[in-house]
């Protein structure tokens, strides 16, 4: 299966999903720790938590297709094609979504001490020093961070070829004295609990 975001449909409709590397499997609409295996060349199996099991089957057309995976009495995996899935390829990643999206750095600021920020999956923006309801959003190479109170930052992403040694540079926006800069510490999981989140069922 190709790493990439795919467009996942079922009865009640279609939404956005994703096959990251490291078998990760992600969906920002029904947010999850959920992940991807192959059960056997052309077969598919996802594991999406409290959203259920699926297995699904490489098409000729490039799509792949299935449904719910239960039990029979036995106690043997069924598919269940009447309760159906489909997931079809959409693009491959960029270097930088496959970079920044579910990624902790360290910031650096004119006359201060370096802390630790994340890039949360989900798009919040988050840093334990200062914490609170903050987002994140990628065009290209450009950064965008709306840190509430803490002001608004564009960076522009540098991806290396070795991701460690990545970095992102900018400022406050309008303010380009008032300079940021990223060096890249770890990546993160996709699924992040927050206390306060929403729930979703499909």
Not at 86 to 94: G, I, L, N, Q
Not at 126 to 155: C, F, M, R, T
Request: charged fraction near 20%; hydrophobic fraction near 35%.
């Amino acid at each position: 299966m190709k790493i990439g975001m795919y467009n996942f449909q079922w009865a009640g409709g279609e939404f956005e999903v994703e096959f990251r590397e490291k078998n990760i499997f992600w969906c920002k609409r029904f947010a999850n720790e959920a992940s991807w295996t192959e059960v056997q060349p052309g077969v598919v199996g996802v594991n999406w938590g409290k959203y259920g099991n699926y297995q699904l089957t490489a098409q000729p057309d490039g799509s792949f297709a299935g449904g719910v995976l239960t039990t029979d009495a036995s106690g043997a995996p069924v598919v269940n094609t009447n309760d159906w899935r489909k997931a079809t390829f959409v693009r491959a990643f960029t270097p930088a979504e496959e970079l920044l999206s579910g990624s902790a750095w360290m910031l650096h600021y004119e006359n201060g001490v370096p802390f630790r920020v994340e890039f949360h999956a989900d798009g919040h923006f988050h840093s334990p020093a200062y914490p609170g309801h903050h987002l994140w959003k990628l065009n290209g190479n450009q950064v965008a961070i709306e840190w509430g109170k803490y002001g608004s930052y564009d960076l522009t992403l540098e991806v290396a070829a070795d991701r460690r040694q990545s970095t992102a540079s900018g400022s406050l926006r309008g303010h380009p004295a008032s300079w940021r800069r990223l060096t890249y510490e770890e990546a993160l999981p996709a699924y992040v609990f927050k206390e306060n989140s929403c729930g979703h069922s499909h």
